[in-house]
C-alpha cells in the first residue's frame, strides 16, 4: 500500500513537472514572439519613413523598401496571431456554448483545442512544403529564397500549436476549468494593455 501511495506521488510530481516545463517552452516562445513582433514592425516603420525621406527629398526611391514591409507585416501578422492566441483575444462565438453547464463547456472547449491543434499541424505540414518549393525562387527586390517569407506560416502555426498544448495539458488537470474559460473579457482586455 505504501509503495503504491509513493509511486502515485511519484506520477503525480513527473507530470506536473512536465506541465510546469511545458509551460516555460510556452511563455519562451511567446516572448520570443513579442519582442520579434516588436523589431519587425519598429523596422517596418523605420524603412517606410526611409523610403517617404527618399522618394520625396532625395528623389531617388529605395527599390528594396516596399517588399521588406510587406514581408515583415507577413510574419509579424502570423507572430501576432500566436500571441494574441496565448493571450485568449482571438474571436470567439460563444452564444450556444455559454448556455450550456460547466462541465459541458469544458469538454466542447477540450474538443475545439484537439481540432484546432490538428488543422494548425496541417498547416504546419503544408506551410513547411510550400517554403521548401518557393526556396528555389528569388525575390523581385531583395534577391532573397521566397521560402523565407512563407516560413513564417509554419513557425506562426507551429508556436499557435504550443500555446494551444499547453493550454490543454493545463487545462486537462485542472478540475475547476480551462483558463481561458475563466478569463472574462475585461481581463483579456487589461492583461492586453487595451
Known amino acids: 500500500m505504501k509503495r503504491d501511495l509513493e509511486k502515485t506521488s511519484l506520477i503525480k510530481l513527473w507530470v506536473q513537472n512536465r506541465e510546469e516545463m511545458f509551460s516555460k517552452?510556452?511563455?519562451?516562445?511567446?516572448?520570443?514572439a513579442e519582442w520579434s513582433c516588436l523589431v519587425l514592425m519598429v523596422a517596418m516603420t523605420v524603412v517606410t519613413f526611409a523610403q517617404v525621406f527618399f522618394r520625396f527629398v532625395i528623389v531617388h526611391s529605395l527599390p528594396w523598401s516596399e517588399e521588406f514591409s510587406r514581408y515583415a507585416l507577413v510574419w509579424a501578422s502570423f507572430l501576432g496571431a500566436?500571441?494574441?492566441?496565448k493571450r485568449g483575444l482571438h474571436i470567439g462565438v460563444e452564444a450556444f456554448v455559454s448556455k450550456l453547464p460547466k462541465e459541458k463547456r469544458r469538454l466542447i472547449y477540450l474538443m475545439t483545442l484537439v481540432v484546432m491543434i490538428i488543422f494548425l499541424f496541417v498547416v504546419i505540414i503544408k506551410g513547411f512544403q510550400m517554403a521548401s518549393f518557393n526556396m528555389r525562387q528569388s525575390s523581385p527586390a531583395m534577391r532573397i529564397p521566397m521560402g523565407f517569407p512563407y516560413l513564417a506560416i509554419p513557425v506562426g502555426s507551429f508556436v499557435m500549436a504550443l500555446h494551444l498544448l499547453n493550454e490543454?495539458?493545463?487545462?486537462?488537470?485542472?478540475?475547476?476549468?480551462?483558463?481561458?474559460?475563466?478569463?472574462?473579457?475585461?481581463?483579456?482586455?487589461?492583461?492586453?494593455?487595451?
Open 82 to 85: 500566436s500571441i494574441a492566441l
Open 25 to 32: 517552452i510556452s511563455d519562451t516562445f511567446n516572448k520570443s
Open 168 to 194: 490543454m495539458i493545463g487545462g486537462w488537470r485542472r478540475k475547476e476549468g480551462l483558463i481561458a474559460l475563466e478569463k472574462d473579457e475585461e481581463k483579456k482586455r487589461l492583461e492586453a494593455g487595451f
